[in-house]
């Protein structure tokens, strides 16, 4: 009897144990699988507006806060206070409920907004970002989708550009049977059958790296924001300084760059060898170590930036203007596709640059202010356990700022052929650049027979 009391009590006890996990509650500061988890179904659900990392911050209070209220509006008692709680994430995973198809119309600002505005993206009737506001341009763009089903004998829609709920089951789902060109209707089996409609890259273009011709152009010359692929051109010039081994200060300039930027990071009077800044500059795309690299080569920020420009233009990159050494955001910051597949080129011909381009794991030695270190870069592209790895890829930069969206450019060789992918604004995930990138390489080395 006793030992049944105990069988039960520890019955009760894991299942107390469960519950509580099952409710464990995510606020802000929190880190780890449980708050990527549910940055991830916010994500799904149109709610967040950042990749998933795990770190429970601002955006991820916004985007929590934001699926309350939407719903506090329908009458479910949410706190609206950017916490998920047991309610909260009991209704967040409810697929009868959170995953419905709400109507949307003109006016509207809510998670579900975006969430139509990425997939009117990915199908191309959408250009831009997803910004969760329905405007004109959502209009015009539901409106043109509802046209397209229309012209395929689908019945009971009418073009409004209002997306009700027949409007959005077609939009979410696969379109088979439809006479349209998506990323989603992409024939792998079939590399030349690509289309710029089947690239989720606003800009794009593949280039022959030894000939430099253009192999595929999708809006190749638009003025684009690179973001962070920005630091290829601070790569060549920072390896014009020489004297890689050379142990170097960091100069305050490393300190002042924007709050949300991203670091090496590197400190503010730490002394390392100066290549060591380079692989920073490329691995973690280190705002710090491209200001540094630029005032440890040019004497300050700005003569470095008049450098990267004279660069452009002895290069003959008309569509490109330099701000600053790191991409961030800037309206007189830009370029094109063809410009960076032309300034890659040009730079992969310096072994040295090669050498960091191509480097994903990098050993950072100790320093007067920390312990040593492994920088090591997270591209899924070049992960072999990754379902977006690509065995031909051999080095490249990604960029994203929320103007810039995803953007990369990559390098990749087979049997002597070797290409240059660049992709900007790609897509409405951090993943589609990968995709974009693979679909236009296997075009490249289809093209060229191996």
Same mark, same amino acid.
């Given at each position: 009897m006793m030992k049944t009391k105990r069988f039960f009590a520890l019955l009760l006890a894991l299942a107390l144990l469960f519950a509580t996990a099952s409710a464990q509650e995510l606020a802000s500061g929190a880190k780890g699988d449980a708050v990527e988890q549910l940055q991830n179904r916010l994500y799904y659900l149109g709610f967040l507006s950042i990749t998933p990392d795990g770190d429970y911050g601002p955006?991820?209070?916004?985007?929590?806060?934001?699926?309350?209220?939407?719903?506090?509006?329908?009458?479910?008692?949410?706190?609206?206070?950017?916490v998920a709680d047991e309610d909260t994430q009991a209704l967040l995973y409810d697929d009868a409920v959170a995953d419905a198809n709400y109507p949307l119309s003109q006016g509207d600002k809510n998670g579900y907004v975006r969430r139509a505005q990425r997939r009117l993206i990915d199908l191309g009737?959408?250009?831009?970002?997803?910004?969760?506001?329905?405007?004109?341009?959502?209009?015009?763009?539901?409106?043109?989708?509802?046209?397209?089903?229309?012209?395929?004998?689908?019945?009971?829609?009418?073009?409004?550009?209002?997306?009700?709920?027949?409007?959005?089951?077609?939009?979410?789902?696969?379109?088979?049977?439809?006479?349209?060109?998506?990323?989603?209707?992409?024939?792998?089996?079939?590399?030349?059958?690509l289309t710029a409609q089947n690239l989720y890259a606003e800009a794009a273009v593949l280039i022959d790296a030894d000939s430099g011709e253009i192999l595929f152009d999708k809006q190749a010359s638009a003025q684009m924001y690179p973001a962070s692929t920005t630091k290829v051109m601070t790569l060549l010039l920072g390896l014009e300084r020489g004297n890689l081994d050379e142990i170097v200060t960091v100069p305050a300039s490393a300190g002042q760059v924007p709050g949300d930027s991203s670091r090496m990071p590197v400190a503010v009077g730490e002394q390392l060898p100066y290549k060591d800044l380079l692989?920073?500059?490329?691995?973690? $795309? %280190?705002? @710090?170590?491209?200001?540094?690299? !630029?005032? &440890?080569?040019?004497?300050?920020?700005?003569?470095?930036?008049?450098?990267?420009?004279?660069?452009?233009?002895?290069?003959?990159?008309?569509?490109?203007?330099?701000?600053?050494?790191?991409?961030y955001q800037s309206e007189t910051h830009y370029t094109t596709a063809a410009d960076m597949a032309a300034l890659t080129r040009y730079a992969l011909q310096n072994e040295q640059f090669r050498e960091v381009f191509e480097t994903h794991t990098y050993q950072v030695a100790a320093t007067n202010v920390r312990a040593a270190r492994t920088l090591q870069c997270s591209y899924k592209i070049f992960d072999d356990t990754s379902e977006y790895y690509y065995a031909d890829a051999t080095g490249g930069k990604t960029g994203y700022t929320s103007a810039a969206g995803y953007c990369f450019v990559c390098a990749a060789e087979r049997d002597g052929v070797s290409?240059?992918?660049?992709?900007?604004?790609?897509?409405? $995930? %951090?993943? @589609?650049?990968?995709?974009?990138? !693979?679909? &236009?390489?296997?075009?490249g080395f289809a093209l060229r027979g191996v």
């Open positions: 955006k991820t209070v916004e985007a929590v806060t934001d699926f309350q209220m939407f719903f506090r509006e329908k009458g479910y008692n949410l706190r609206g206070d950017g009737y959408l250009a831009g970002s997803a910004d969760g506001s329905y405007g004109q341009n959502t209009a015009d763009a539901v409106k043109a989708f509802q046209q397209m089903l229309i012209d395929n004998g689908v019945e009971g829609i009418t073009a409004s550009g209002e997306a009700d709920e027949t409007t959005l089951e077609y939009l979410y789902s696969e379109l088979l049977g439809f006479h349209i060109s998506t990323p989603k209707m992409y024939n792998e089996k079939n590399p030349l059958s692989y920073g500059l490329m691995i973690r $795309s %280190g705002n @710090d170590a491209a200001n540094a690299i !630029a005032t &440890l080569t040019a004497g300050s920020v700005d003569s470095f930036v008049e450098r990267m420009n004279q660069k452009a233009q002895e290069l003959g990159l008309s569509g490109t203007h330099y701000d600053n050494p790191h991409g290409l240059i992918a660049v992709v900007f604004h790609s897509g409405t $995930s %951090g993943t @589609d650049r990968w995709t974009d990138a !693979a679909r &236009l390489f296997e075009y």
